[in-house]
């Protein structure tokens, strides 16, 4: 079976202050894809980024960073100074290579509210 | 270059009626994708088209059936709506079917159920 994981269902911080939001996942598949998307209140999914099973190398793209460890099954998402701009649901998304039949798992998301 | 656009934004209906909703791809894009998010939930995979024919399905009743058209556009139509059909629908679309494709997804249609 496939699992996507989002403990923290809402998280709440001030403007500049670094926050992470988390993610664990299961799957029997030994290939697979992470991914992280954005959902402001317009609705729209925005693609943030995406990891091969096969490549744990961590990556920052600005003020966001990614942590990924698959020894814990963990692929974490850090905003550094973080932004009112920033607030919105955060969701992330797994996508099993050899066997079921979704395109994309997703866990029920974290709504980051950051205040001016 | 145009992202994935999806009609109507907002639908009322009433249990038992039937409904479609509409979905352009991203222009180079051959594969739509649905999803339906009830509140506070993350989206949850419904079907996904290619060359005109579903390739994969989710966990959905058959009340829930779609159509992709030679320009690559989608529709999603629901019969026998029931409360719980009442969500938002998304409308994801990328190239090809493979799992890791980053899915674009468009702004959706807040289906309400009365």
Excluded at chain 1, 91 to 101: D, K, Q
Excluded at chain 2, 17 to 23: A, H, K, P
Excluded at chain 2, 86 to 103: E, H, K, R, V, W
Aim: net charge negative.
């Amino acid at each position: 079976a496939q699992k996507v994981t989002q403990a923290q269902t809402e998280i709440s911080v001030v403007e500049k202050e670094d926050v992470t939001l988390d993610c664990v996942y299961e799957t029997r598949d030994t290939t697979y894809y992470l991914f992280w998307y954005k959902q402001p209140p317009s609705g729209e999914l925005v693609f943030l980024i995406r990891r091969n099973s096969f490549d744990e190398q961590n990556e920052i793209s600005g003020r966001y960073s990614w942590n990924f460890q698959k020894s814990t099954s963990s692929f974490n998402f850090t905003i550094t100074a973080s932004q009112v701009v920033d607030s919105a649901v955060y969701f992330c998304a797994l996508s099993p290579l050899n066997s079921g039949n979704t395109p994309l798992v997703f866990g029920k998301g974290t709504r980051l509210s950051v205040i001016a | 270059d145009a992202g994935v656009t999806q009609s109507p934004t907002h639908l009322i209906k009433t249990r038992g009626q039937q409904v479609t909703l509409r979905c352009s791809p991203k222009s180079g894009h051959d594969t739509v994708s649905w999803y339906q998010q009830a509140l506070g939930q993350g989206p949850q995979f419904i079907f996904q088209y290619y060359e005109e024919e579903e390739r994969q399905r989710g966990n959905f009743p058959d009340r829930f059936s779609g159509h992709q058209f030679p320009n690559y556009s989608s529709e999603l139509n629901v019969n026998a709506l029931l409360l719980g059909d009442s969500a938002l629908y998304l409308c994801a679309s990328s190239l090809g079917t493979g799992g890791g494709q980053p899915q674009h997804f468009g702004d959706g249609t807040r289906l309400s159920i009365l």
